[in-house]
Structures are given as structure tokens and as C-alpha cells.
């Protein structure tokens, strides 16, 4: 059974760096698919953020593309997200997923995070 | 960058109706990347349908979609009370590589 699970400070600071990790169990990183991470202000939908192929390229939403750094750490089976510089609309519920790049559900996010909320306030 | 807008934003039904919600997109996107999504409050996204028309693991055959170029459909075909939720349509393909619409709340009338 794969499954992900976010972790990082739940209250970040204005102006500082957003960091989340992404622990991903039941699957290796490195045997395929893309591994994203998609955000949910309070009330509001989906914005994607952006992601990381088990290759290590990395593709990122515009709007955000100079601020947001994606990894991965293979050792561990996790991948990170970086936001740097941010302010109170970067406030959300932060999720990881899975999506398969190939096959019958190629494009499809399959496996999710439970989420996890970061506040930007000082 | 492919927009994609989904209507109603609300849609107001009864157990046992029929419910159908769009998602139009910008420019065309291939079926085989528009994914749809239900979303409960306090809860993560869950797929619903891949590839415009194929079920999910698990998912009800109650749920269908379809469509394909710029309109996509989503039809619940009897609602049952755990179908009130909020739901995302979602391409994958073009530069940026993934959007979701804005979503469709579905609520109990």
C-alpha cells in the first residue's frame, strides 16, 4: 500500500523559508512516476506547485517558479519543497501526491498526503 | 498555460438526482490527461476518474465521465448522501504540466 505523509513546521514566519517533507512508503521514489506537491489555501482549491520525476527534473508552477526548490532524498524515499520569501497567501494546506506519468492513469494524482497546514504569520 | 473553468460553481441537489458538472478547458487537452477529483471537508483529494472516462480504483459505477477536446463531463447518476463534496476537474500535459479547475460544490437541497 503506498502512502505519503507530510511533514514540517506548522507556523512559518513572514519573509522566511516554507520547508515540508514528503515520506513516501510502499514505493520506491526511483522506480517512476512524478511526485508533486498541490496547496489549498482556507476555503479556496487546488493550486498546484509543482513537482519532481523519479529522474530529477523538476517543473514548477509560474506564478510561483522563482521562489519553490523541489528534491528528492532517495536514501530516505522522500522528496522536499522548499517556498522562500513568504508572505500570509502562502497559507494552506499543503499535500504531496503521486502522479503516474505512464500507463492507464498516466496524469492522474492516485496517492495522497493527508495534507498539512502552514501558517505564515509572525 | 491551459485554464480550466468548471460549472456551476454550486449545484444545489436531492438524494437520488442526477448531477452533472462540467469542466471546460482553454485550449485542448488530450482525454487521456483530464482527471476528475472528490474532495470532503478535512480530507485529501481522491481520484474519481482518469483518462476523462475511466473509473478509479474502488469508485461506484454511479460515477462516469466524459467529453473530450475543450468540454469534459463528471455525472453522478443517483446522488447518495456521501456524494455532497467538492469536486476538481484536472489536466496534465501542457506547460505547466498540471491545473485543476477551480471546483463544483455539490450540496444537499
Known amino acids: 500500500q503506498v502512502q505519503l505523509q507530510e511533514s514540517g513546521p506548522g507556523l512559518v514566519k513572514p519573509s522566511e523559508t516554507l520547508s515540508l517533507t514528503c515520506a513516501v512508503s510502499?514505493?520506491?521514489?526511483?522506480?517512476?512516476?512524478?511526485w508533486g506537491w498541490i496547496r489549498q489555501p482556507p476555503g479556496k482549491g487546488l493550486e498546484w506547485i509543482g513537482s519532481i520525476y523519479h529522474s530529477g527534473s523538476t517543473y514548477y508552477n509560474p506564478s510561483l517558479n522563482s521562489r519553490v526548490t523541489i528534491s528528492v532524498d532517495t536514501s530516505k524515499n522522500q522528496f522536499s519543497l522548499k517556498l522562500s520569501s513568504v508572505t500570509a497567501a502562502d497559507t494552506a494546506v499543503y499535500y504531496c501526491?503521486?502522479?503516474?506519468?505512464?500507463?492507464?492513469?498516466?496524469?492522474?494524482?492516485?496517492?495522497w498526503g493527508q495534507g498539512t497546514l502552514v501558517t505564515v504569520s509572525s | 498555460e491551459i485554464v480550466l473553468t468548471q460549472s456551476p460553481g454550486t449545484l444545489s441537489l436531492s438524494p437520488g438526482e442526477r448531477a452533472t458538472l462540467s469542466c471546460r478547458a482553454s485550449?485542448?487537452?488530450?482525454?487521456?490527461?483530464l482527471a476528475w477529483y472528490q474532495q470532503k471537508p478535512g480530507q485529501a483529494p481522491r481520484l474519481l476518474i482518469y483518462?476523462?472516462?475511466s473509473r478509479a480504483t474502488g469508485i461506484p459505477d454511479r460515477f462516469s465521465g466524459s467529453g473530450s477536446g475543450t468540454d469534459f463531463t463528471l455525472t453522478i447518476s443517483r446522488l447518495e448522501p456521501e456524494d455532497f463534496a467538492v469536486y476538481y476537474c484536472q489536466q496534465y500535459g501542457s506547460s505547466p504540466p498540471v491545473t485543476f479547475g477551480q471546483g463544483t460544490r455539490l450540496e444537499i437541497k
Open positions: 501526491a503521486r502522479l503516474a506519468t505512464s500507463g492507464a492513469a498516466a496524469g492522474s494524482y492516485d496517492y
Open positions: 483518462g476523462a472516462s
Open positions: 485550449q485542448s487537452v488530450s482525454s487521456t490527461y
Open positions: 510502499g514505493y520506491s521514489i526511483t522506480s517512476g512516476y512524478n
